[in-house]
């Protein structure tokens, strides 16, 4: 009753009981976040300010999924090869494995979860999907949905960057973000669309 | 994937002095950390001491240690004086991590041979005197160019090939006090100690990269040929720069990527372009001594007539 997946994965206290249900070439689990040699590491993500205790080793996407609870970023290869971890920092858009934790204080991060409300055109927080988001699913663009909310926060990156004049200078300026269920011609067409309609 | 502890130095001169580890952007240390390649036990953060700043002045071109890839590649006096470093830049990484990815960091990315990166296997750069497994092995994507019996490893980053064309030095401190050295005396050819990728000393710190402005700079171009339309490293690549006046080539200068242990300058290349007109004969002669001197090993000697043509269509590029 009531048992969602989301919930499940998601929830620290679900961690020994999730494990065994993540695919088996996923990476080994993150340090321990909160033993000895932490350290007190304040993070600002999607507007929200959070005390955090971390190892200094602590990448900035094992902050967000294990100590933050924010799981709608996903852990790909954890080398930067798949983009499935995009966030923006400061408003650019950057893959949060390769960046360690302790040296994104006093950052503005942004995450999937913060772009509803950005995106929300009232200003309210009331829980509208971001344009990007609602595009995604009106085209369909994805398939099991893993690489998603890194395919999102890239794709509104790059309409900001102003990379999106051609089909073909969208897929190039996405081409940090792999799809292996090769949703990309949906893709493209979310992004050109959200494009299109914010330059009429 | 043992901690470290994060130092924040007070000053450069302070974090040359930490015997450390230095990050600046990251992207390429954190990777070998989880490979086990590199283990710090003490990462000295640059971000607060080194320099954010890109300006031209009388010396040309300076890039602070610390801008961002992308910084430099969309930067408006980039793009009309030194093209060739913008698309060595935009050809490199994917957006996201060209956000990441800084000036100094990128002159030193490591190589990307899999059994340098992988500590299943024997490397002699990884593991000074256990074997290369690449000379006998999988090196379809490594040196053609300044390899030994030692290593073959492929120097993997775009801008150093841009920048060592157009003539750029490197601003360094160290505990000992500050140098300027030309970039291409930053890197080494492995010889018998492929475990020291530059002549860098202990506590040495890249500050800046300068690149003196030229008219055959003004006219240089990047070309990149790769498995995949894009990010990916390269098979080869070309920078080249020419300066013209009145159909004659009057500078010329010529370096190859994908292919060396380090950035590769093409001298032969140069020589046959200098003092001759800028025609289609001219290039396609000059572009077959991109060649000159190649040992390719057992699965790369198709590097040798793809530098080749890559040179001919990046000087095409910029002679029309």
Known sequence: MGVTRRGLLGGSAAIGVALPLLPAAAAPPPPDAAGEGTIPVTLHVNGQTLALNLEPRVTLLDALREQAGLTGTKKGCGHGSCGACTVHLDGKRVVSCLALAARCEGRAITTIEGLAQSGAQSGAHDGALHPMQAAFIEHDGYQCGYCTPGQIMSAVALVEEGHAGSDDEIREWMSGNICRCGAYPNIVDAVRDVADRQRS | ?320
């Open chain 2, 1 to 320: 994937m043992e901690n470290f502890a994060i130092v924040r130095p007070a000053s450069l001169a302070a974090a040359t002095q930490s015997g450390g580890t230095f990050i600046a952007g990251g992207t390429d240390l954190i990777q070998l950390w989880q490979n086990n390649v590199e283990q710090p036990r003490q990462v000295v953060d640059l971000d607060a001491v080194g320099s954010h700043d890109i300006s031209v002045g009388p010396d040309g071109l300076r890039l602070g240690a610390l801008v961002t890839m992308a910084e430099t590649a969309e930067h408006p006096a980039v793009r009309s004086g030194w093209p060739a470093i913008s698309q060595a830049l935009l050809l490199s990484a994917s957006p996201q991590i060209r956000n990441m990815g800084t000036m100094g960091g990128n002159l030193l990315q490591r190589t990307r041979c899999g059994y340098f990166r992988d500590t299943g296997f024997a490397c002699n750069k990884r593991a000074p005197g256990s074997g290369c497994p690449a000379i006998t092995g999988d090196n379809r994507d490594l040196a053609i160019f300044g390899g030994s019996e030692h290593c073959i490893a492929t120097q993997p980053s775009d801008m150093p090939v841009a920048l060592v064309a157009l003539g750029a030095n490197v601003v360094l401190q160290s505990p000992q006090g500050g140098r300027t050295i030309p970039l291409a005396d930053l890197y080494r050819a492995p010889a018998d100690t492929p475990q020291r990728d530059t002549n860098l000393r202990p506590g040495e710190v890249i500050i800046a990269i300068v690149v003196p402005a030229s008219m055959a700079a003004r006219r240089s171009a990047y070309l990149k040929v790769r498995d995949r339309t894009s990010y990916a490293f390269a098979l080869a690549s070309a920078a080249v720069a020419l300066d013209i006046d009145a159909g004659t080539i009057r500078d010329a200068r010529a370096a190859a990527g994908g292919v060396g242990v380090m950035p590769w300058r093409l001298p032969s290349v140069e020589a046959a372009l200098r003092g001759k007109p800028a025609s289609p004969e001219v290039l396609s002669a000059a572009a077959q001594h991109a060649g000159d001197g190649a040992t390719p090993a057992s699965n790369n000697a198709f590097k040798v007539r793809l530098l080749q043509r890559t040179v001919l269509r990046a000087l095409r590029s910029v002679a029309a």
